[in-house]
């Protein structure tokens, strides 16, 4: 079963050159899975398994979500679906297994402007506290620019990670994103205060290559920009834990409360799907009734009957 897995992950990098994120979930799938054969079924080759197998292992995933659960299962049939298209099995134990999800539909973590406020506030401050043109100051206005970037566009972390200074148009008023699956869109900024950021951050990192890099003159990683934000979040006092994510999620929140078009949101954020972008809908409605609950003028109304 080794090698099988082993040629499966050969052709995913070298012949259809998937991302690296795609390769690293393949490979931890198909090792959890032959770990999982091999000690509940001691089957070690894999012309031996069998759609039992199978259903005995995604019964074994039944504590994970079902957004894990499915990728779990699509690694498989991507690995079953290749050993029968190269002959190396005859059949294909996947295609009779017949499997149905019920898709999580977990709302996400929006902020509030006032706690989205209170973030950029303690981000200004770092900013206009540090020696001017010192280490400190340079690393606050580059998180500064992150931050603003991020709530006024709603891209994501790897996104915002990629992003190179030639990807910026000299008046900072569009980036050039790369998306999943290497889409790219074009994404305007028009907030006055937002591009004068990226301004000044720009102006200190001329030689740079990405528009944000860390000491060592690379791209600041995906995991750093996560980190900072997180204490961004401590240092604002609230009351959440505060994840790249939950920017993005308060963007379009917002965006649809201000009532624009769902389309467009779609493609500010880069959804393939407009079913993706629907999920703001039941937030903006579960928010619109805390705030019907909270401020309905009737709860103020005493009535007394004769």
């Not at 897995?5 to 198909?30: G, M, P, S, V």
């Not at 799907?273 to 409605?285: A, C, F, K, N």
Request: overall charge positive.
């Amino acid at each position: 079963m080794e090698t099988s897995i082993k040629l499966f992950i050969d052709h995913c990098t070298y012949e259809r050159r998937l991302n690296a994120k795609t390769i690293k979930a393949y490979t931890i799938d198909l090792t959890q899975w032959k770990s999982f054969v091999i000690g509940e079924s001691e089957v070690y080759e894999v012309e031996l398994v069998t759609k039992e197998h199978i259903k005995k292992y995604v019964e074994s995933l039944s504590s994970r979500s079902t957004s894990t659960i499915r990728r779990k299962v699509a690694s498989l049939k991507a690995y079953f679906n290749y050993l029968e298209f190269e002959e190396i099995l005859i059949v294909n134990p996947v295609r009779k297994v017949k499997l149905r999800f019920k898709q999580d539909r977990k709302l996400p973590n929006v902020l509030t402007t006032g706690e989205l406020a209170s973030i950029l506030t303690v981000a200004h401050t770092a900013v206009n506290k540090a020696a001017y043109e010192s280490g400190a100051y340079k690393v606050a206005l580059r998180n500064l620019a992150i931050l603003e970037l991020m709530i006024s566009t709603g891209i994501r972390v790897s996104e915002v990670s990629a992003i190179r200074r030639l990807d910026v148009n000299p008046s900072y008023s569009t980036v050039k994103i790369r998306g999943k699956g290497s889409k790219e869109r074009l994404i305007p900024i028009t907030n006055v205060h937002v591009q004068h950021i990226l301004r000044r951050h720009a102006r200190n990192e001329k030689q740079s290559m990405y528009l944000f890099e860390n000491r060592m003159g690379k791209a600041m990683s995906t995991q750093s920009i996560r980190f900072m934000i997180q204490r961004y979040g401590r240092l604002a006092r609230l009351a959440r834990k505060v994840n790249p994510h939950d920017l993005r999620h308060s963007f379009a929140t917002i965006m649809l409360e201000q009532q624009v078009d769902t389309r467009y949101i779609q493609q500010l954020l880069g959804h393939s799907s407009i079913l993706t972008t629907q999920i703001y809908t039941s937030v903006s409605e579960r928010m619109k009734s805390r705030a019907l609950e909270l401020g309905n003028p009737r709860n103020l109304i005493e009535v007394s009957a004769g």
